[in-house]
Structure formats: C-alpha cells, structure tokens
C-alpha cells in the first residue's frame, strides 16, 4: 500500500468480519466508486464477544469470501491472524462512552471497547485516506466516527446504507443461524420499526413482535442519529429507530431513519 500512496493513489479500507454477503459488497462497489484501491479486511475479533457469545461459531469463509471479493474488484485482502492483531502481552484496550453507552452498550457491555480497539488497530495499520461501514450496524457506525472523531484520526468514516433482502430483512452473517421458520418471521423486525417511524408507539411494535414469534424483544427505541442520546420531537436534529430482538437463539437489530 506505501507504493500506492507514493504514487498518489487514494485507498479505501472495508473493515469486515467475513462470511460476506450482498451487503459487503455493497461497502466494495462504494469504496472503489470513492477510491482509487479498495482494501477489505477480514478479522473475527475476540474481544468484542463475551464469553456466552458465538465466537466460535461465528460463520466462517475465507475461500467463499476471497472468491467474492475477487469478483467485486478488490485490490487487496487483509486477513491477519489473531497473533498480529493481539500479540503476547497485548494490554491496551480503549475505553468508549458517549454514543457506546446505551442500547448495545447497555445489553453487551463489553462490546463497543473491542470493536473500538480493534478498529482503531486496523486503521492505524492500513492508514487508509477513508473507511467504510454499513449502515445495518448503526450504532457501530456512530461509535467508530466518534472515536476517529475524539482520537483525531487521519480518516475519513463513510457510511453505506443497509443493503436488504426482498421482503425487508436486513443483510447480516447471523441469519444463516435462522431456520426456514424463523426466515419467514424475521422481517417482522423492519416491519415494526418501520411503523414506529411512522410515529406507531415503540412499546406496541415490541408487543407485535413478540405476538409474530419473537423470544424477546430487547430494545426498540428512538434516538439522535448522531450522538444516540433520547430523541427529542421537534429539536430539528435526525432521528433512528433502533432495534434488537430475539428470533429463536438468533440474536437480530436492524434500524431505520425517522
């Protein structure tokens, strides 16, 4: 990459944890419509699971992964192992506030600090002119353009929105997870909240989604778009409706703008 930047070439980093699907390449065709190189980078982060989590069952394909991003124009996959990412005596984590604290920040705790930390090493060592994220993990998005924001990092954060499937279900690697079933239910969660940005009461779209089938329902909300403080009808400022539910041992969230 240092011999592109000589040569006055820009690059596009597309941070990805694999398994990658439609909405992958979606962040590929955008970074190589803004860059003149396209660099993916494929890395299941341990520290942004907790112990409970599926890290290990995490999807993974590297050789399906590599065949697509061959196919979409690529330029260059970065796939480090674990060992490059967090050598022997590893320490350093950032710690995240401000738009980590609620929703995810509330039911997984430990999140938001991985991702940061994993992120921050990926753009520092890529040192790309931008990075792109999708849309579908809205509160990642605002937690990375803050942090790049609060450690005055040399990159531009762009954003690409949700990429779907023809009924509404947002894109993600933890629907292989879902049965035939639980396929058919699960766009119920763009359904509702939908409706809630349509002004329907957040509490009845939780109640509506638990009648469709879902196990739980652990959030839906309406927040800042920017900082994911409460939203405040009427102050002008962009709204989010944000959601995460249950559907069998499938854990989905999705969002919507309102």
């Not at 962040?27 to 989590?53: G, K, M, Y």
Request: net charge negative.
């Amino acid at each position: 990459m240092a011999q592109w930047r000589a040569g006055g070439d820009t690059i596009a980093l597309v941070p990805t944890m694999g398994a990658l699907h439609a909405g992958h390449i979606a962040l590929v065709a955008a970074a190589l419509a803004l860059a003149d190189r396209a660099v993916v980078s494929i890395f299941v982060n341990p520290t942004q699971f907790a112990p409970h989590e599926d890290l290990a069952r995490y999807p993974r394909d590297e050789a399906g992964d590599l065949a697509k991003l061959a196919g979409a124009g690529a330029h260059l996959v970065w796939a480090p192992p674990v060992a490059e990412i967090y050598p022997e005596g590893f320490a350093t984590r950032l710690e995240v506030g401000g738009a980590a604290l609620p929703l995810e920040g509330a039911f997984r705790p430990h999140h938001f600090g991985g991702v940061a930390t994993v992120v921050c090493k990926l753009l520092m060592s890529a040192m790309p002119d931008m990075a792109l994220f999708g849309e579908k993990d809205f509160q990642q998005l605002a937690v990375i353009r803050q942090m790049a924001r609060d450690l005055v990092l040399p990159v531009s954060i762009r954003s690409v929105p949700t990429v779907r499937e023809h009924d509404g279900l947002a894109l993600s690697s933890r629907n292989a997870y879902l049965t035939e079933d639980e396929r058919y239910i699960a766009p119920m969660l763009y359904k509702a909240i939908s409706d809630v940005a349509r002004g329907r009461d957040p509490r009845d779209a939780a109640s509506a989604l638990l009648a469709a089938g879902f196990a739980k329902v652990d959030y839906i909300e309406v927040r800042d778009a920017e900082t994911l403080a409460p939203f405040v009808p009427g102050s002008g400022r962009p709204g989010r409706v944000l959601a995460a539910a249950w559907l069998g041992k499938t854990r989905l969230i999705d969002n919507v703008a309102c």
